[in-house]
Nanobody, 120 residues
Framework: QARFVESGGGLVQPGGSLTLSCAVSGFAFSHNTMVWYRQGPGKERELVAKIDNEGGRTRYGDAVEERFTVSRDNTKNTMYLRMNLLKPEDTGVYYC?????????????WGQGTQVTVSS
């Protein structure tokens, strides 16, 4: 059974940085595209970033382009999201999952996510 454990969230001031981690078990991590999604207060869940199975290709949502960096370590079954120049609108719960590169449709049930709050 696929399991996702997101961590690294917290309270940060505007302009600050955080690095999120996504520890995975229960499926072949190195064979899968991985995705980060987020859901802000009163908003729908949106794609933040994705990375292909080898880490050679990445894509980002327009709102985070050039501020966020997604990476992965297939030896540790872990994906990361480095977030710089954080804005209040980045506030939300961040989730990871395996997904389809072309459609962004996720493959498994969501984990608990990690809360990111950007506020002064």
């Amino acid at each position: 059974q696929a399991r996702f454990v997101e961590s690294g969230g917290g309270l940060v001031q505007p302009g600050g940085s955080l690095t999120l981690s996504c520890a995975v078990s229960g499926f072949a991590f190195s064979h899968n595209t991985m995705v980060w999604y987020r859901q802000g207060p009163g908003k729908e869940r949106e794609l933040v970033a994705k990375i292909d199975n080898e880490g050679g290709r990445t894509r980002y949502g327009d709102a985070v382009e050039e501020r966020f960096t997604v990476s992965r370590d297939n030896t540790k079954n872990t994906m990361y999201l480095r977030m710089n120049l954080l804005k209040p609108e980045d506030t939300g719960v961040y989730y990871c999952n395996a997904g389809n590169w072309l459609t962004n449709i996720v493959r498994y049930d969501w984990g608990q996510g990690t809360q990111v709050t950007v506020s002064s």
